[in-house]
């Protein structure tokens, strides 16, 4: 039974679902924009936005947590992230990333863009 369990499992087993969580994660925050499926942005926002609430705090251990939620630490991700995106968002209590719906494609998939917020 699935009680208190609201995660979408996005038709994956844990390992790939995780896999694809830190590949979206890697892509947003290095183009800053990306487009895919609305499940997958609603999955990926509360990640990015916790991502992004660690990289404000700017100490080691942020930069350890962010880098093992990110799968094998990218540096120029992460030098990104801490230098040019948290610092962004100092001043936001949350709110970091917008969601928006694109419609339904012609392969029948609702499509949205996930962005960061100026």
């Known amino acids: 039974m699935r009680h208190s369990n609201k995660n979408r499992t996005l038709s994956r087993p ?4 995780t896999a694809l969580l830190r590949g979206l ?11 895919t499926t609305v499940a997958k942005a609603k ?5 990015i936005e916790r991502l992004v609430t660690f990289a ?9 947590t962010v880098a093992s939620r ?7 991700v992460l030098k990104k992230l801490f230098s040019e ?3 962004r968002f100092s001043t936001r209590q949350g709110g970091y990333t917008r969601v928006i719906k694109m419609g339904r494609m012609p392969s029948g998939r609702d499509m949205a863009v996930i962005e960061f917020v100026e």
Not at 14 to 17: E, H, L, P, V
Not at 25 to 35: H, Y
Not at 70 to 76: D, F, I, K, S, Y
């Open 43 to 47: 999955e990926l926002q509360p990640r």
């Open 85 to 87: 995106i948290a610092p």
């Open 14 to 17: 844990a390992g790939q679902r």
């Open 56 to 64: 404000k705090k700017d100490t080691v251990a942020a930069r350890r």
């Open 70 to 76: 990110l799968g094998e630490p990218h540096t120029a």
């Open 25 to 35: 994660s890697v892509a947003l925050i290095s183009e800053g924009k990306i487009t």
